[in-house]
């Protein structure tokens, strides 16, 4: 009979992207992320097969974080746009320095080179432009969004301004990310509002 485990998976991921933040995919390794849940560095080669395996996981979880976060954001708000807000700013709020989007920069090496990085960072994105379409779908039925505005190019904008904004920041370090980042949304977004 198997040993249960005291430490889950979603635990190790979560410790993953920690270490990620701190010393980007290269430097990252195995005995790093396990020290940081209390599991040795073989007991995730069991569970993973390998770093290459370990990092495949945590992009694979990504789109469903995304997901998750849009629900949560959801269930706080009231309005559609608060809640796109909330989505958003929620999503970066846990960083504070300009070298842990550097250190993540380098993850998009992975995404761009390697097909199976670049299958999980497009349904990643995919998860983030469809839950900001939903949510202007949402906005227009309310009133809070014209109703000419196309709202899948503004889903795929919003993805663009976005990313856009963590790596202008990761560079020029404007401010607080979460203000920085605010203010490029309420640029985005004002053209499109019913009112001010």
Known sequence: MARPRLVSDDAVLDATRQVLAELGPVKLTLAAVGARVGLAAPTLVQRFGSKRGLLLASAARSPVMVLRAAEEAEARNTSPLATLRDFALTAVA??????????????????????????????????????????????????ELRPDADLPALARHTLVCFNGALQVWAVNGWGSLSQFLSEQLDLLLAPYLTQD
Do not use: M, T
Not at 94 to 108: A, D, M, Q, T
Not at 121 to 142: M, N, P
């Open 94 to 143: 846990h960083i504070k320095h300009r070298e842990e989007l550097g250190n993540g920069l380098g993850f998009v090496q992975l995404d761009v080179a390697d097909p199976e990085f670049r299958k999980h960072a497009l349904a990643h994105s995919a998860a983030i432009v469809d839950s900001c379409a939903r949510l202007y779908r949402a906005a227009q039925d309310a009133g």
